[in-house]
T-cell receptor
Framework: SQTIHQWPATLVQPVGSPLSLECTVE??????LYWYRQAAGRGLQLLFY??????ISSEVPQNLSASRPQDRQFILSSKKLLLSDSGFYLC????????????FGSGTQLSVL | GQNIDQPTEMTATEGAIVQINCTYQ??????LFWYQQHAGEAPTFLSY????GLEEKGRFSSFLSRSKGYSYLLLKELQMKDSASYLC???????????FGTGTKLQVIP
C-alpha cells in the first residue's frame, strides 16, 4: 500500500533562517507531488506541483522553492524565512493518469518568529 | 484562472441534514473533489465527481452540475464528529493541477 511521510511535524524558526521540509512517498512510482500551505483559518493554497523528476510548476511568486531530486521525494525550501511564511504546510501525492485524488501527509506546522 | 466559492461557516443540529454549496469558474475542468479537514489535521478524501449527477456514499452525497459550475455536499444524520471544515477542490486550469476553495467550517450543535 502507498504511504506518504512528511517531516517535521512542528517547526519554530527565526526570521531570516533557512527552511527545508521533506516529503517522501512509498508504494507507488511516478506520482504527482504537491506542496500546499494553509494559513490559520484559511483554505489550502497551492504552492508547487510536480509531474516528474526535475519538473516543478510554481503557482505563487514568493521566497519559497521546491525540488524533486528523486521520483518519490519532494522538498520545500527557503533561503530566508519571512514572518508571512508561517502556516500549516501539507505535502500531497496523486496517481498520475487516474482521478487525481490527493493523499495528504500529516503536515508541518511552521511558526516563524 | 481558477475561482472557487464556498460559504465560510455553517451551523447545523445533530441528526439533521446540511447542504454545503460550491461554485466554481475554471479555465478547464476535469473533476471536483470534496475533502473533510478537522482542525490541525490533514484533509481526508470524501468524494469525487467528474460527470453530472449525484454520488452517494453512506451519510455523504455529492452533486455536480458542470454547465452551472456548481456542486454541493450533502451530509445526513449529522453527528458531533462531523464538525470540521469541508473543502471543495477542482481539477483543471493546468495539467493535473488541483485547486482548493477556502473551505466551509461546519459546526454541529446538540
Amino acid at each position: 500500500s502507498q504511504t506518504i511521510h512528511q517531516w517535521p511535524a512542528t517547526l519554530v524558526q527565526p526570521v531570516g533562517s533557512p527552511l527545508s521540509l521533506e516529503c517522501t512517498v512509498e508504494g507507488t512510482s511516478n506520482p504527482n507531488l504537491y506542496w500546499y500551505r494553509q494559513a490559520a483559518g484559511r483554505g489550502l493554497q497551492l504552492l508547487f506541483y510536480s509531474v516528474g523528476i526535475g519538473q516543478i510548476s510554481s503557482e505563487v511568486p514568493q521566497n519559497l522553492s521546491a525540488s524533486r531530486p528523486q521520483d518519490r521525494q519532494f522538498i520545500l525550501s527557503s533561503k530566508k524565512l519571512l514572518l508571512s511564511d508561517s502556516g500549516f504546510y501539507l505535502c500531497a501525492w496523486s496517481e498520475a493518469g487516474i482521478d487525481e485524488k490527493l493523499f495528504f501527509g500529516s503536515g508541518t506546522q511552521l511558526s516563524v518568529l | 484562472g481558477q475561482n472557487i466559492d464556498q460559504p465560510t461557516e455553517m451551523t447545523a443540529t445533530e441528526g439533521a441534514i446540511v447542504q454545503i454549496n460550491c461554485t466554481y469558474q475554471t479555465s478547464g475542468f476535469n473533476g471536483l473533489f470534496w475533502y473533510q479537514q478537522h482542525a490541525g489535521e490533514a484533509p481526508t478524501f470524501l468524494s469525487y465527481n467528474v460527470l453530472d449527477g449525484l454520488e452517494e456514499k453512506g451519510r455523504f452525497s455529492s452533486f455536480l452540475s458542470r454547465s452551472k459550475g456548481y456542486s454541493y455536499l450533502l451530509l445526513k444524520e449529522l453527528q458531533m464528529k462531523d464538525s470540521a471544515s469541508y473543502l471543495c477542490a477542482v481539477i483543471g486550469g493546468g495539467y493535473q493541477k488541483v485547486t482548493f476553495g477556502t473551505g466551509t467550517k461546519l459546526q454541529v450543535i446538540p
